[in-house]
């Protein structure tokens, strides 16, 4: 065992054994390493082991306090959510609920307590504000994290995932969607089809509206497709949602042969029926959807279930507080959806 590892080990056991009670205060890195005859490298390689473990937590400018450590306790998940998801109102409820829900029974079945904070965008999350929630654990969802925030997570050793954001650098998970975006691409183009539109809801989290359009735009580019602004169309509550678009795409000199809906299937379907267009014969559907857009018009595309991201970050979160050494957390974890080859997509001869 490493000199580390023994200056851990004795360490925790005093711990355990009382000798140091819940908030005591623990002598400093350079009297500890007096005390075990060791480097302050050495004692600081150990605390940080003890943190990670919730042995030990370190307050700002006053020094290290002894915890119980979580094998001794239930660890707290604090999720933080968005006031603010970028959705509407009815997507973002159902959402949440499907996320809390979820995480209500993850939480249980591992004997984890959680509590549930709603963020304010207009005061983002700060470091402050983190150090004074009672966790041991974050799961974000619909925040974008400063780098502050996450250089405060990993000194420390927080463990924590965002969901429904593909940040740079920091522990997230979404789904796939530039894998949706080119197979549905490739399945359109297998079918002949060239004059393909994106309609989008801008009420989605704005990271993934961007990228789904640029997705989309470097997906035709790479097909050899015709590339334009004027194929993407997006619903707003601001511009007739969705009639004026409906309306918009029909307009169109050269008529669109095929339109991939990014979670508005259902009410496009709907529209353009009430209009006499037919589908697949006057114009082929593709779709990205999940639990909250029924797929009852057996739309072909990808379909994803919304809990599946919940329980995916309780496995990361408990995968973290395993704090193993031997343990790699991806960077980037991306989910995949279920392939439906479904009846409103018509191949052109």
Not at 93 to 114: A, C, D, M, P
Not at 227 to 233: G, P, R
Not at 275 to 280: D, F, L, M, S
């Amino acid at each position: 065992m490493s000199l580390a590892g023994i200056v851990e080990e004795q360490i925790r056991k005093q711990i355990v054994d009382g000798k140091y009670k819940e908030g005591d205060k623990l002598p400093s890195l350079k009297e500890l390493a007096l005390i075990f005859n060791v480097s302050s490298i050495t004692v600081r390689s150990a605390i940080d082991n003890l943190a990670r473990e919730g042995f030990v937590t370190k307050k700002r400018g006053s020094g290290y306090y002894a915890l119980q450590g979580l094998q001794s306790r239930q660890p707290v998940v604090a999720v933080l959510l968005s006031d603010k998801l970028e959705v509407g109102s009815f997507t973002r409820k159902q959402h949440y609920h499907f996320l809390i829900e979820t995480i209500l029974k993850e939480n249980s079945k591992k004997g984890y307590n959680y509590h549930v904070l709603v963020i304010d965008n207009k005061q983002p999350v700060s470091v402050q504000m983190l150090r004074s929630i009672d966790k041991d654990a974050v799961i974000f969802s619909g925040i974008k994290l400063a780098t502050s925030i996450v250089n405060y997570l990993k000194q420390e050793s927080v463990p924590y995932v965002c969901t429904n954001w593909a940040g740079e650098n920091v522990i997230s998970l979404d789904f796939d969607h530039s894998k949706f975006v080119n197979e549905n691409l490739d399945y359109l183009v297998a079918n002949n089809h060239r004059k393909i539109g994106l309609l989008i809801r801008k009420t989605l989290v704005r990271d993934v509206y961007k990228h789904v359009v640029g997705y989309f735009h470097k997906g035709m580019f790479d097909r050899g497709l015709p590339v334009s602004h004027d194929l993407v169309y997006t619903l707003d509550d601001e511009n007739g949602y969705p009639d004026v678009i409906i309306d918009n795409i029909l307009k169109r000199k050269e008529r669109l042969t095929a339109l991939y809906c990014w979670g508005v299937a259902e009410p496009v379907i709907e529209r353009l029926k009430k209009r006499g267009i037919r589908i697949p014969e006057d114009i082929s559907i593709v779709a990205y959807g999940n639990e909250l857009f029924p797929n009852k018009y057996n739309v072909t595309g990808h379909q994803v279930e919304m809990h599946r991201i919940a329980e995916e970050a309780m496995k990361i979160i408990a995968l973290q507080l395993r704090r193993e050494d031997c343990i790699t957390i991806p960077a980037e974890t991306r989910l995949d959806g279920k392939w439906i080859e479904g009846s409103t997509v018509k191949r052109i001869e």
